[in-house]
């Protein structure tokens, strides 16, 4: 089996786990995270194959779901709404591959962001390359994005390439500026970059 189809797999199998004790949700989720992650899986084989390569980081943020913590208005939502600032054909890819999937109960739902669109309602905001949306965001908006600078211009979560392998950085500090907590089992897998963003820089009305 292909490698992105077993990330795949192992994410709806992650969606099946039943919660008869809170251990057992846990370790299982925590366990096919680091099925995913720790598998670093080379790029050099989809290095052409952009589908695959967003496909991967689809099933990447889907596990980031899985360890944080919004705020309560935010974990309040029936839904978890995801903002895609990229291409139409990236946010075709991010909508077949995580919209309707549950999170602690919570669906999916995948929109194309526009410049009209109140960024506040977004609980991810994924930029692309040539995003258009700035990172001022507001509370409880978790940032992910994949430029060189990212993070230095204030996003929270990057994705980015080390010896042909998809690897990502996490800046916990501007995530906590905006009420998001980000677990540290999350942490220990990321190379955490830590930024302090000028408080005039900072809105998280």
Known sequence: MPPVSRIIDCMSQAEQIRQPTVGITITGKYLC?????LALIPLSGIADDTPA???LKAAYIYNFTKFIDWPENRANETHIKICVDASTDIYQIFHQNL???????????????????????????FSGVNAQAGLQTGNGVLTIGESPGFI???????????????RFEINPDQANNYHISIS???????????????????NND
């Open 53 to 55: 390569e967003y496909r």
């Open 184 to 202: 540290s089992k999350l942490l220990r897998l990321a190379k955490i970059s830590r930024i302090k963003m000028p408080a005039e820089e900072i």
């Open 33 to 37: 995270l680091v099925l995913i992650l």
């Open 99 to 125: 919209s309707l999937k549950s999170v602690n109960k919570q669906i999916i739902e995948v929109t194309r962001f526009s410049a009209d669109q109140d960024i506040k309602s977004c609980a991810i905001l």
């Open 152 to 166: 230095q211009q204030g996003g929270m979560i990057r994705f980015f390439l080390e010896s042909q392998k998809l």
